[in-house]
């Protein structure tokens, strides 16, 4: 197994490369992880640079004491993949996030659909955003990620159609009518959008939306799945497709 993943903010180390990791991940390496003098761990701001250390020490319940030597920079991946995540009901947004994270994603919208149950407002909104962000980064650090993916803030059909209108390629997740996703011509590098609907499905005025901003109609296989898996499904058909899992 891989060394475990830590966040920090910086990569400041001391004389000798001495570097202490405290507060809540310090206390997850010493306490849960329990952590000794001679393992590896690998540090990261999330954002690509990293650095792998070796443990010299513990102290207390909550600093872990390690030799950091230099760090690197991970180079974001491309072709970059994005999905448009619409709000499903209860925790299976996070279920999709976290999935998508150990799938590979780069980056997830949360989008407030016509015909979803869920809605994001006021403060509700925000802890939810919030919730997904978590998830993320969790998600990041269990799949051995040191670039998490982006979550950004939810968007509107509007929103959508204008991101959709700026990819490299953009498809819409929709069984009715569509060609199959495994055999779409996919851009070597750049940028590709990806949408999934609610289980309601995409509306008609919002299919239209997204054909005029460019995004043509997909489906997956013969099956429907949940809007909760569709994405990491599609994902990883991507990832395959396009070489980043070569």
């Known amino acids: 197994m891989t060394a475990p993943v830590f966040v920090v903010e910086h990569f400041d180390a001391g004389d000798g490369g001495r570097y202490v990791l405290d507060g809540p991940e310090g206390r997850h390496a010493v306490s849960v992880k329990r952590l000794r003098a001679g393992e590896d761990v690998v540090l990261t701001d999330g954002a690509g640079r990293w650095a792998q250390c070796v443990v010299l020490d513990t102290e207390g319940k909550d600093r872990l004491v390690v030799k950091m030597d230099s760090y690197a920079e991970e180079p974001a991946e491309s072709p970059r993949v994005t999905v448009v995540q619409a709000l499903p009901k209860g925790d299976r947004g996070e279920l999709a996030v976290e999935t998508m994270t150990e799938t590979g994603v780069d980056a ?34 269990q799949s051995r990620r040191v670039r998490f993916p982006e979550v950004l803030d939810a968007a509107s059909t509007k929103q959508v159609a204008a991101l959709l209108a700026q990819a490299d390629f953009a498809a819409v997740l929709h069984e009715e009518g569509s060609e199959p996703l ?65």
């Open 108 to 141: 997830v919208v949360p989008w407030t659909a016509s015909r979803c149950i869920t809605q994001w407002k006021g403060e509700r909104g925000l802890k939810a955003l919030a919730k997904w962000r978590a998830t993320a980064r969790e998600a990041g650090k």
């Open 182 to 246: 495994a055999t779409a011509e996919l851009p070597a590098s750049g940028h590709i959008v990806l949408v999934v609907g609610p289980e309601g499905g995409v509306s008609p005025d919002e299919l239209a939306a997204f054909a005029e901003a460019g995004a043509k109609p997909y489906r997956l296989g013969r099956s429907v799945l949940r809007t909760s898996t569709a994405g990491t499904a599609a994902t990883a058909l991507l990832l395959g497709r396009t070489g980043r899992w070569s």
